[in-house]
Every structure is written in C-alpha cells, then in structure tokens.
C-alpha cells in the first residue's frame, strides 16, 4: 500500500474497527473526540518532521521583514507623543 494512503484518519479508523468493534460498537462521544484529536495532533507532528512537496513554503525574509515593520511602527509610536493635552 502506497505511503499516501496510510493516513492519519485511516490508521485511526483501522484502530478503532480492530480494538473498539467500530462501526458496529462505538466508543463515548467523549472517548471517540479524544481519539481523533490525538490523531491529528500526531499527523501534525508528522507534517513538521518531514514537510510534503507541494506544500507552502514560508518566505525566508519573514522574519526579517516582521522585525523590520516592528521598529517601524515603534518609531511611529515614539513621534505620536499623546501626553501632552491640548
């Protein structure tokens, strides 16, 4: 089997028929919400250790640019001295 179809959601749905008897049986609302937000906290994870071809890339000045328009707006704040009442 292909490695793009072992998904997250499809290797929690194979747990799931395998230990809670689903869909014949179900775990509690409660249980069922943990299970699949574990899930897609560890596909997550996953798509930060290994980044997916095709995926977004983030502009490599960001943080440059970012640092750059914060001591801009922070000069601006220092020209616009509102204690002085008029």
Same mark, same amino acid.
């Given at each position: 089997? *292909?490695? $793009?179809?072992?998904?997250?959601?499809? +290797?929690? !749905? =194979?747990?799931? @028929? $395998?230990?809670?008897?689903?869909? /014949? #049986? =179900?775990? *509690?609302?409660?249980?069922?919400? !943990?299970?699949?937000? /574990? #899930? /897609?906290? /560890? +596909?997550?994870?996953?798509?930060? +250790?290994? *980044?997916?071809?095709?995926?977004?890339?983030?502009?490599? %000045?960001?943080? $440059? +640019?970012?640092?750059?328009? %914060?001591?801009? =707006? =922070?000069?601006?704040?220092?020209?616009?001295?509102? @204690?002085?009442?008029?």
């Amino acid at each position: 089997m *292909p490695e $793009a179809d072992t998904s997250s959601l499809l +290797q929690t !749905l =194979r747990w799931l @028929s $395998a230990h809670a008897g689903f869909p /014949a #049986a =179900r775990l *509690p609302e409660k249980a069922e919400l !943990l299970v699949l937000i /574990a #899930a /897609a906290a /560890a +596909q997550e994870e996953r798509d930060a +250790q290994n *980044p997916i071809k095709g995926r977004p890339v983030v502009d490599k %000045t960001f943080n $440059a +640019q970012f640092r750059n328009y %914060t001591i801009q =707006r =922070r000069r601006v704040h220092v020209k616009c001295d509102n @204690s002085a009442k008029v």
